[in-house]
Nanobody, 123 residues
Framework: EVQLVESGGGLVQPGESLRLSCAAS????????MSWVRQAPGKGLEWVAT????????SYADAVKGRFTISRDNAEKTLYLQMRSLKPEDTAVYYC????????????????RGQGTQVTVSS
């Protein structure tokens, strides 16, 4: 059974940093690309970033480019999202997704999504 468990969310002030983690199990983690998506209050899901299966390629939404970094540790079967210079508009529930392929193509389909972790950016 595929399981994706996010952690690391919390309440931070604007300008601060936070690192999210996603622990994966139930599949060959190193064979699949992974993504982070988020959902702000009252809004739909928004793609944030994707990383290829081996970690060599990444892609980012314009809203987070230069501030967020997606990475993975295939030995530990864990996906990360390092978030810096956080803004109030980054407030959302953040989800990790298992993609169906191995590339960093943001448009490829996903097969599973975790339960999410809340990130709140407020002074």
């Amino acid at each position: 059974e595929v399981q994706l468990v996010e952690s690391g969310g919390g309440l931070v002030q604007p300008g601060e940093s936070l690192r999210l983690s996603c622990a994966a199990s139930g599949f060959v983690f190193s064979s699949y690309a992974m993504s982070w998506v988020r959902q702000a209050p009252g809004k739909g899901l928004e793609w944030v970033a994707t990383i290829s299966s081996k970690g060599g390629s990444t892609s980012y939404a314009d809203a987070v480019k230069g501030r967020f970094t997606i990475s993975r540790d295939n030995a530990e079967k864990t996906l990360y999202l390092q978030m810096r210079s956080l803004k109030p508009e980054d407030t959302a529930v953040y989800y990790c997704e298992k993609k169906l392929d191995s590339t960093a193509n943001r448009y490829s389909s996903y097969s599973h999504r975790g339960q999410g972790t809340q990130v709140t950016v407020s002074s």
